[in-house]
Nanobody, 127 residues
Framework: QVQLVESGGGLVQAGGSLSLSCVTS????????MAWFRQAPGKEREVVAG????????FYVDSVKGRFTISRDIAKNTVYLQMNSLKPEDTAVYYC????????????????????WGQGTQVTVSS
């Protein structure tokens, strides 16, 4: 069994920073990519950033470019999300997700491309 455990969420004022971590444990699996999603109240879950595990190539949605940085530590089986210049609209539950295999129609945005999910961590940005 694979487990993803997020940590680092909390309450911060607008303009502040938070750093999220996601540790993977359990059964070893082939890992193509990992990503951070978020879900705000009343909204659908959306991807915000992703990283290819072997190459460290990154992906960001436009709304977080220049403010968020995703990184990974292979030895620690951990992916990070550094969030700077936070805005109230960043308020959401943040989830990490792992994708084990690439396919010809794979893309960052589709939740079903990810095999494993964490339980989520709340990020609240006050104005």
């Amino acid at each position: 069994q694979v487990q993803l455990v997020e940590s680092g969420g909390g309450l911060v004022q607008a303009g502040g920073s938070l750093s999220l971590s996601c540790v993977t444990s359990g059964r070893t699996f082939s890992r193509y990519a990992m990503a951070w999603f978020r879900q705000a109240p009343g909204k659908e879950r959306e991807v915000v950033a992703g990283i290819r595990w072997s190459t460290a190539g990154t992906f960001y949605v436009d709304s977080v470019k220049g403010r968020f940085t995703i990184s990974r530590d292979i030895a620690k089986n951990t992916v990070y999300l550094q969030m700077n210049s936070l805005k109230p609209e960043d308020t959401a539950v943040y989830y990490c997700a792992a994708s084990s295999a690439y396919s010809s129609n794979w893309n960052w945005y589709v939740s079903s491309n990810y095999n494993y999910w964490g339980q989520g961590t709340q990020v609240t940005v006050s104005s």
